[in-house]
């Protein structure tokens, strides 16, 4: 149990408190407590790269984020050294902050002679929540976030044998310290349950446990959402679930159980009896959200865990066999009604459709008949013409699923080849309200045809004016199903439904660290920034910058970043009685130069002309969309233009990535080059589009590219600044 001064410090106030009243510019006060992995004791640069400090970025100026961790520290009051006993304790509580991040546990997990903490778990419930009362003592609007901690990997590579026996001996024990923070918010206002069992990977820590500072950054932006999630009422206060006990009352064989540490309901349709399942999240959103799943329930649900983490609810009803028919939907609109009754859940009144294969029949259907009872389509090698899929017409015969529809639809062998297709062409109802269709595709899907399918919909969508969104997978076929990972899907169903935003338009650091690799000859990306902030400071007298990420950078290297007349290179020999400066950075995105620019990039300089180049990372490392990526390179404009208002600002779009037309990347570079044609209505700005010098007549990357068809080769760069040098030059003249 927790000391007995901490248990004397619990009286809690007996007036209800409200949220604090505050002055509009006092920040919102963070306080993240937790171990060495709050602190970041193996993070590099740890100041500026351990996860509080990252948060801080990502949350902004409204915000003081500070960090309390402490190496070794547990949430256990009986164990060898509980946080609650530290004098980090003592400064958290005299802050008062607004809003508390508890990420404790790990050491818990501890069961050794030296740390013999485990054998204290059944204690874990009560310290937790005496925890957070001492927190909440002063003011009952202080929120508090129990975070279980984070995963360990016992196969991360390069781990002693011994270590990988004792991560696989602990690793188990993370589930029931979840479990009991999970009790100690349940059905509580201001306290709340995130589970970041899915956070990050192995590859993002040091030794399966400690972040690197792309875990610290991964920690960070999964806590971020947290912390500015709109968070809705509560649930029905009567009944055992989130169904709400009339419902829970009069629904048949009604059944709970953990679906991946979630609460899951199965019940039936009182009027119809078909099996339904619901799935709520620790903490909805406001709005209450929801999913709607289409068969095959429990498949490839990275997705689906992913918003269910984040707030949204999970829901699915038994419409196998019906093939998106009149009874399907019947079925459809009984489960809808039940959802948005008062007395029940009263989920959103416009769900995401879910339709994986076959169930996109009833997803699309529901669509077509209720475009205004639908926030988005999500399709996944959906099958929309069942003459193709299950009818064999330039798909895959399957002689007992045709039959079953036939039967579902009325039709006989000829209508049904006739009139199958029927959906597709009644798209126009939700793509003219501006429903977004999200479409994952497998390009070699010989099951379920695309082009007869998922792209002829879209294709349709489009034409109708309705927004669509690709994640086209060339070489797959219909199995497996799924965007792998699932982030860039994730965030952008979560934007349409005005709970996230664009990472690619907040100006935030860079976590890289690795110097060497980045062409630095050292140190981390923040030592760079500083070079580079002292080098505009030494030649404000520069007339053009050139600003990007590592293809920029090579231009000149690191280490020879002013063009200078008689210099090696294309860099110097067109721009040095230019005084041209490079500030490319290798590995940065739009997010990143955006901070470059916010915190003084270009502020000794008066540049009359600004090259600039990004994005690429973006698509490639970070899996950022065409519209998020495109978002960003606007934002940088945007930002340059307020920033230096003087300068023309020559654009170009990312270079063409992928060694073939139907690469992901190159796929979604095109479609940013679409978006950004617009930015040629500015006479301030010159967009180029430099994909042709890339590029050759069968759109295979030419002597230009360099071999890992991302990078530029040495010609490419002569290529690059030969087109750009007459354009730069007539600025300079003007």
Known sequence: MLHSLLLASLAL??????????????????????????????????EKNHYPAQL?????????????GVGGSTLLGAADKPFVGTTRWEEVLAWKPDTVIVVLGTNDTCQNEQRPNWEHAADLEDDARAMVQALRKDSQGTRVLLCTPPPMFPDASGLAPERRADLAERAPRLKQIGQALRQVARGKKAIEYHDLARVFTAAETV???????????ALAQRLAEAVLAKRGKGLPSTGNTALGAELEANLVNLSTSDYHG?????????????????????????????????RFFGHEPALELELLDRGMY????????LYGSPEALRRMTEFYDLLRQDDGPRLSSQPVLMGMSRGGLPALHWATVNPKKIAGLYVDNGVFDLSTWPGGKDGQRREAEWAEALKAW???????????????????????????????????????????NSLRLAQAWERRGGPVYHWPKPGAKHHPHGVHPPASLRRSILTVLGHSTM?????????????????????????????????????????????????????????????????TGPFHRDFGASKAINLGVSGDRTEHLLYRIKHGALASMNPRVIVLQIGVNNVAAAGHTARETAAGIEAVVASLRESEPQAKIVVCGPFPAGATPDDPRRICINAIHDRLKALNKDKSVLYVDLRKVFLDVRRIPNGNMAGDALHISPAGKE????????????MLSR
């Open 314 to 321: 999970l829901a699915y009803v038994d419409v196998a066999g």
């Open 719 to 730: 290529a690059w600044l030969s087109v750009l040098y007459f354009s730069v030059m007539d």
């Open 13 to 46: 106030p007996t007036v209800t408190g409200s949220e604090f009243s505050r002055l509009e510019d006092t920040p919102l006060k963070v306080a993240c407590i937790g171990d060495s992995i709050t602190y970041g004791s193996k993070v590099a640069a740890r």
């Open 503 to 567: 990472p690619t338009v907040r100006a935030v650091p860079s976590a890289e660290y690795r110097g060497s690799a980045a062409g630095w000859g050292g140190g981390t990306w923040w030592d760079e920034l500083a070079k580079l902030q002292a080098l505009g400071r030494e030649h404000p007298e520069a007339t053009v910058v050139f600003l990007g990420d590592s293809i920029t950078q090579s231009l000149s290297g690191a280490g020879d970043r002013v063009a200078h007349e008689g210099g």
């Open 262 to 294: 979630f609460e899951r309901m199965d019940f039936n349709l009182p009027k119809s009896g078909a099996a339904c399942i619901l799935v709520a999240p620790h903490e909805g959103l406001r709005g209450r959200p929801w999913l709607w799943r289409m």
């Open 410 to 452: 009325g039709w006989n062998e000829e209508e049904g080849m006739r009139v199958a297709g029927q959906l597709v062409a009644k798209s126009q109802r939700p793509a003219k309200e501006g429903v977004p269709l999200f479409v994952a595709v497998g390009l070699a899907d010989e099951v379920v045809p695309p082009s007869r």
């Open 56 to 68: 801080g970025y990502i949350l902004g100026d409204g915000f003081e984020v500070r960090n309390f």
């Open 207 to 217: 030794d399966g446990v400690h972040t690197s500072p792309f875990g610290a950054r």
